[in-house]
């Protein structure tokens, strides 16, 4: 599975944007970008997933460079609810789809 | 949630005892992990499964046993708890779709003394 780099932490005031970059330029072909985040003392949570194309949910948006080397994870209007662990996590089908965390980026949403 | 819960949420335990931690679906997936999450380790695989009676190692699995004798239930075992498994232990479920996205469930906490 690819390796990713992420920076170690990030603020961001509430209701603006929060843009989380995550490298991970050795990507091949079959690779997804998954993104999770854990919120202190719970299990990590499930955000959102990509190939190539960006995509969108009700939690955010993904977006792939057209390279894939790099994305971008958007909260369009973060909340103080959104501080958080944020993991980019790229991973192919393999060993029964294991996700390999890294360090993951501290989010802080400050007032 | 995805249905998944954990027992005991809490545990202190000594040095050398047994102890099991189960982990209970309501879905009906097939494929389980467990995990543990150390501070300056991030979350490390410890055993994952694919089917009932279907297991597998994952990167730290040394100290730890699994078993799965039904779908819904994957039980964690140290057959002797020690110091260094001090840790938080999550259990997850995949969904098997376009994206086999993972669902956490809310940890447990295990202390060894």
């Known amino acids: 599975d690819a390796k990713t780099t992420q920076p170690t932490s990030m603020d961001c005031a509430e209701g603006r944007a929060a843009n989380l970059p995550c490298n991970h330029s050795t990507i091949s072909g079959n690779e997804y970008v998954y993104w999770y985040r854990q919120i202190h003392s719970q299990g990590p949570q499930y955000i959102i997933h990509?190939?190539?194309n960006n995509e969108t949910n009700e939690m955010a948006s993904l977006i792939i460079t057209e390279d894939r080397k790099s994305s971008t994870l958007i909260l369009p209007h973060a909340t103080l609810r959104d501080t958080a662990v944020y993991y980019c996590i790229v991973r192919g089908i393999n060993q029964g789809g294991k996700l390999i965390f890294g360090q993951g980026t501290e989010l802080s949403v400050k007032p | 949630d995805a249905g998944i819960t954990q027992s005991p949420r809490h545990k202190v335990t000594e040095t050398g005892t047994p102890v099991t931690l189960r982990c209970h679906q309501t879905e009906n997936h097939r494929y389980m992990y467990w995990y543990r999450q150390d501070p300056g380790h991030g979350l490390r695989l410890i055993h994952y499964?694919?089917?009932?009676?279907?297991?597998d190692k994952g990167e730290v699995s040394d100290g730890y046993s699994v078993s799965r004798s039904k779908t819904e239930d994957f039980l964690l075992t140290l057959e002797s708890a020690t110091s260094s498994q001090t840790s938080v232990y999550f259990c997850a479920i995949k969904v098997v779709a376009e994206g086999n996205e993972q669902f956490f469930g809310p940890g447990t906490r295990l202390t060894v003394l």
């Open positions: 990509g190939l190539k």
């Open positions: 499964s694919y089917g009932v009676k279907d297991t």
